[in-house]
């Protein structure tokens, strides 16, 4: 193990190693994570594979016949030890429309009963601010969100549904996210959007990446049909907003 | 176009090379093979590059008739094959003629069977990968398992040549794997390790485990000792690697498969190294493992010597025609080639 007071360094099985840093899900954790994967991206070893970064770590994969393990920490370390603060690139808001009507809004009256709300005032909280997307995972182009207000934290359900509509928008605890692909789960789910998250046939196939904004915005069931079709045909996409770095 | 007609799909089938690489980020699993080893071996018996994507059998069960004359090579867990109904050796290039039946019988042990053609399949890569993703429905035949009826195209070019005589490769029954009921898992300890009671972490790489019938290509779910967390088994979603054994809160370890998340929010014991993989691969319902911890530099040391080992197990019957046997010659007139076969009287 390596340390560096924003930094330490670990074997993570013998084809990987992992760094780490401060345990918190905090915008200035994910800054540090992303600074540091997009250090490695730009100088990359030669034994690197592929780099998985999340809120508080940066999971680098390598290819241990070209590297062993103290010469990959090697490599890593130094490029911590020149990595600036994170440049921000301009920061992108997705626009994301979401039905939190019926059929789509399965447990809103739940998610509503247990913060002593009504369910427009649900709808409005969800919907108010933007969320920082930290990264992607579970299953492919799951996005990880930050930034839901306290006031609308809802336990999952006690038994999980066998089956969740790809697209819908749920409530666990203190995150919110969106089920990219029909799957069983045990969230609040409170509405759905028409949009794709996932398309194998599509490059890149993610709708989102990490370090963008998604702002969602409600929609009637009508529209959500019609953007559904449209979507479909691969005639929508959705409104990116750019504020330049700095602005934020 | 030569092609494979599905007669029987057996229990699972799917079509999977060596992985999906460059996509973790996004979320989408590696898949690919649960034992590399067998698939690359099988690959190399055929003369196809060692990472051509093969099908893998799960447990056997399967059917399969040629459209075509081809040569293929069957590896991995030992399952009755059967060529028109004749036993046929594994770990062997064998050939086929137009309408022959190749058949699996069920695995007498370990778990999953590589079929290599000769050539390779032709499928088009979703994310650069011929691999199955059977939960998002993507990679591999139509994105799901083989279905009776299906026909899997070969590549052009992967009707028999006639040179059989120097196709012939084997691997020797002493290099074989052997599959076994009870093994022992390399393993090297996680940094998380500090997040279990010692007499847990002790527990872990002393105890006997139980290979769970809930197991699946995702993960490999262990019975046995409950292993008892020191500061809760939550922890914030991280990156994962196929072969990182993580322990839920109901303390029984799961060691993650080839179609794993990406990432995972239970606290790490340990990792499975690279080696012992494809033993991972092969566990089945029932099974009993223990794990053996060992240190990141044994663990590359031995990823470099199964590289040599691989290719170090192939052999050739060029120079032995089989007493009895065959031998085939490619013998060209007037521009014509044509397949001449030997049968020794």
Redesign the interface.
Known sequence: ?AMDPDYAV???????L?VETA???SESAYRRIRGLAEAVAKSPPAAL???????????V?YD??LA??ASMEGAILSLISRVGAFEEPAHETIRIPVCYESPHCLDLDEVARHAGLKPEEVVTLHSANAYLVY????????P?LGGMSERIATPRRLSPRTKIPAGSVGIADRQTGIY??E?PGGWNIIGRTPLSL?D?TRE???LL??GQYIQFYPIHSDEFDRIASDVGRGAWSPEIETTPRGEV | MTEILVKSPGIQTTVQDLGR?????????PSGAMDRDALETANLLVGNPREEACLECVLGGVELECGDSLVFAVCGAPMELRINGKPAPGYETLRAKTGDVISLGMAERGLCAYIAFAGGLAIEP??KSLSTYS?????GWCGRLLRAGDRIPLREGSTVPCDAAALIRFVPEELRPRYSAEITLRA?R??EAARFEPESVHCFFSEPFNVSPKSDRMGCRLEGARLAHSRGADI??????T??VQVPGDGFPIILRVDR???GGYARIA????ADLPKLGQLRPGDTIRFAETT??A??EA??KR?AAIVGSIREKTDQAPVGGTRHFNVIVNGIAYDVMLREI
Not at chain 2, 271 to 274: A, C, E, G, K
């Open positions: 193990m670990y074997p993570f099985g013998d084809a990987a992992i345990d918190e899900i594979i592929e780099l998985i970064p999340s809120y508080r770590s940066l999971l994969t241990s016949l062993d393990y990264m992607l995972g579970f299953t492919p182009g799951f990880y990219p692909m799957s996932f194998h890149p196939p993610a990446k990490a | 690489f460059g996509y973790q980020s996004l979320g989408v699993p979703v994310l939960r998002a429905g993507f990679g090297i996680s940094h914030l979603s991280s990156g994962v690697q072969g990182t998340q990406t990432t990792h499975v190294i690279q990141v530099e663990a590359q990823w470099k590289e």
